[in-house]
Structure formats: C-alpha cells, structure tokens
C-alpha cells in the first residue's frame, strides 16, 4: 500500500513490486478546485488514472485506488476541494477491471487474477530488463 502522494512516483511503485507486492493499493483523498474550468479538472483526473496505468504496465501488477467523493470546504474561504471518486481497478496491463462513479458513494468489487501478472511479465520483462547499472543517479535529488 502506498498512499496518497505516493502514487505519483514510479520508484515508488517499482520499490513495491521488487519487494513483492503482488498489487499495488493507492487509498487517496485527491480532486481539484471547483474553480478551475472544466478542461484543467480533466486533465488533473486524466493525469492521475495515466499514472496508474503506467504503474500497473510498468510493473505487471494490478492497481486499486479509492477515493472519495463530494465536496470539502477550505477553511480559509477558498472553494476547497470537490473530490473526483473514480475509484478504480486495473489489471496488470493497465487495463480497466471496474470503476467508480464521480457522485454517490459506491462500493466497487471486482475479481483480480493475482495469477496473471506472472503471464504478463513474461510477456514484459520490464523487471528483468532494468539497466540497474545506470540508475545510480536516482538516490540524489537532482542529477549533476
């Protein structure tokens, strides 16, 4: 499990599945301000189910990610936060296995073949594949 900001990062991701998750979970609160116009809130969400499915191919494992709905006022008189549901699951191929709605509260089950995964890394061996000898740059903050 990985939460909240750390779905962003694929070194997060990858740390999971070398250690041997056999999915990764993404419990997240995440959405955009009512403010912004429509296409920028469609970006936002588009990026963050993008980087999902990245994670799921990346690393052939299953993603699921849940999160809420409705509306959160900003204690300091901004619009606060509407929160995008959209809770989802996906295979190990990025593709989608369910997904939530963006208004009502919704409990979404599905079935995951853990199995799978193996079959799909055959197919992608990006783990095996990894050039670990010129990664040595990501243990620093910005590469010199």
């Given at each position: 499990m990985l939460v909240c900001w750390d779905q962003w990062y694929p070194e997060a991701a990858r740390l999971?599945?070398?250690?041997?998750?056999?999915?990764?979970?993404?419990?997240?609160a995440i959405g955009w301000d009512p403010d912004d116009v429509q296409d920028e809130k469609?970006?936002?969400?588009?990026a963050w189910v993008l980087s999902h499915r990245g994670h799921a191919v990346a690393n052939g494992l299953p993603v699921l990610s849940c999160n809420r709905?409705?509306?959160?006022?900003?204690?300091l008189g901004a619009s606060g936060i509407r929160?995008?549901?959209?809770?989802?699951v996906l295979g190990p191929q990025g593709e989608f296995i369910a997904e939530a709605g963006?208004?009502?509260?919704?409990v979404l089950v599905a079935d995951v073949d853990l199995g799978r995964s193996e079959h799909v890394r055959r197919i992608w061996p990006f783990l095996r594949d990894r050039r670990i000898d010129a990664y040595a740059d990501l243990l620093k903050r910005y590469r010199d």
């Open positions: 999971m599945a070398l250690a041997g998750a056999e999915l990764l979970l993404y419990p997240t469609d970006r936002q969400r588009g709905i409705g509306h959160e006022p900003s204690p929160f995008w549901g959209t809770s989802h963006t208004d009502e509260p919704q």
